[in-house]
């Protein structure tokens, strides 16, 4: 095609471009073009996470420290507040209801105060799970990272929280007459396998509270039937032993539960192999395992819709 310009010379007109033709997929293919924002293949995306570890572990602390910050007590606090907790319910339970039948008293004050710490690693877990990606939408927004650094970095602050109150739960066993042995080293793989349980379900709720900002007023209520279900205040099998076997069972193999009683189990002396279901060791694995997997795929599947709409 050929334009006559004003002198009555011939210009040719702009050759047909190499492109023409092509769609959108088409192109960016042939320029190397990606979806701003597209979530990475699994095992890519693995990588990404490893490659923010420092993050991870700094945003954790971060959030730790500025948690209290406000407070005159500052991280006293992550001790104070489940032991008051745990004095809270002995009031309530252990005196007045009489949910201690069966557990002696120098045995009963250590397995409450476990079990109420314990509790709270999980119920704090899934608590800011819920609100990592809704409460952080300004660093979700500017910031290109993988999304499921924020639910796992909350819940590494929940562990460094109860290793703050492990403290405590070491003092109130020695108190008790519960002194250290080799038993004890048992806490470490019981409380891996529970952060990783707790991690992959923050991960679920991450996802979920991404997309329903309102579960987080749900949640409370949610979890505190679980913590009513799970024996933090009383033993499963005493309080049901009138009741058809299946009950109880379900309520011991319940992760809240299998996760206490593994660490009920290594730190007090009058908590004998006796009061744990069968094969827990293999049921705290199970736990861990289905839901760090499960937890973990589910967010990544959503990767690239967090912070958008």
């Not at 660093?139 to 460094?160: C, D, E, G, K, T």
Request: charged letters at 10%; hydrophobic letters at 50%; a positive charge.
């Amino acid at each position: 095609m050929s334009d006559t310009t004003h002198d009555g010379g011939v210009a040719l007109g702009t050759p047909p471009s190499a492109d023409e033709g092509l769609d959108a997929a088409q192109l960016a293919a042939k320029y190397g073009l990606t979806v701003s924002g597209a979530r990475p293949g699994l095992f890519a995306y693995m990588r990404q996470l490893w490659g923010r570890r420092h993050f991870i572990l700094a945003f954790s602390r971060a959030k730790l420290t500025a948690q209290y910050s406000q407070a005159k007590l500052g991280q006293l606090w992550q001790v104070v507040t489940p032991l008051l907790n745990a004095c809270v319910y002995y009031l309530i339970f252990g005196l007045i209801l009489g949910t201690r039948e069966g557990i002696p008293h120098d045995v009963f004050v250590p397995f409450l105060v476990t079990g109420v710490f314990v509790f709270t690693f999980t119920q704090s877990s899934v608590m800011a799970g819920v609100r990592s990606i809704s409460g952080n939408l300004g660093l979700v927004r500017a910031l290109h990272f993988p999304r499921a650094s924020l639910p796992i970095s909350f819940s590494l602050q929940q562990l460094q929280q109860l290793l703050f109150s492990m403290i405590v739960l070491v003092a109130v066993a020695v108190i008790f007459g519960s002194y250290p042995s080799l038993s004890w080293l048992l806490v470490i793989p019981a409380l891996l396998l529970q952060f990783v349980f707790n991690t992959g379900l923050a991960l679920v709720m991450a996802r979920l509270g991404s997309k329903t900002p309102d579960l987080a007023q749900l949640m409370p209520f949610i979890m505190r039937t679980w913590m009513y279900a799970s024996g933090v205040m009383f033993s499963i099998p005493v309080m049901l032993k009138d009741k058809p076997a299946w009950i109880a069972d379900v309520l011991q193999y319940n992760p809240a539960a299998i996760y206490m009683d593994l660490v009920r189990f290594a730190m007090i002396d009058g908590y004998g192999s006796e009061n744990l279901p069968d094969h827990v060791w293999a049921a705290g694995l199970g736990w861990a395992v289905l839901l760090g997997v499960v937890g973990f795929v589910y967010f990544w599947k959503a990767e690239e819709r967090y912070g958008r709409g």
